[in-house]
């Protein structure tokens, strides 16, 4: 596979910290990663369920899951104000840091995105 055929590959590197937290799935580590690859950029991450089974090759309701699970455990804050699907997803450090999302309205479309 190469970048013409990769329908916007997602360039992805975990943190090993994150992958030896104990308590949460391989695949939570996995989207806790990309969500705080964004925070750490000081971007904000704005995705759906769908785009993010789209991309990652998942089931659409394991994402949801998965997402609601790291927002339940404290690694995450899930902003759903946002419409078509999308919402912000940005990931809770223990110090106070601005963050990334406030203020910011979403995309109208989320499969438009080419971050």
Known sequence: MNAETSDHAILLRVEPWIMR???ISFLEKLLLGYIFSWRIQHKC???SDEWLAHKF???KQDVFTSLNLL???GYIKINR?????ARSLTFL???QI???CDGLTGPEDVF???D
């Open 112 to 114: 438009n995105i080419t």
């Open 93 to 95: 450090f223990e110090e």
């Open 57 to 59: 090759g998942l089931d």
């Open 81 to 85: 104000a946002f419409q078509g699907g």
């Open 98 to 100: 601005e963050d990334p």
């Open 45 to 47: 991450c704005f995705s």
């Open 21 to 23: 937290l104990e308590g």
């Open 71 to 73: 927002e339940m455990k």
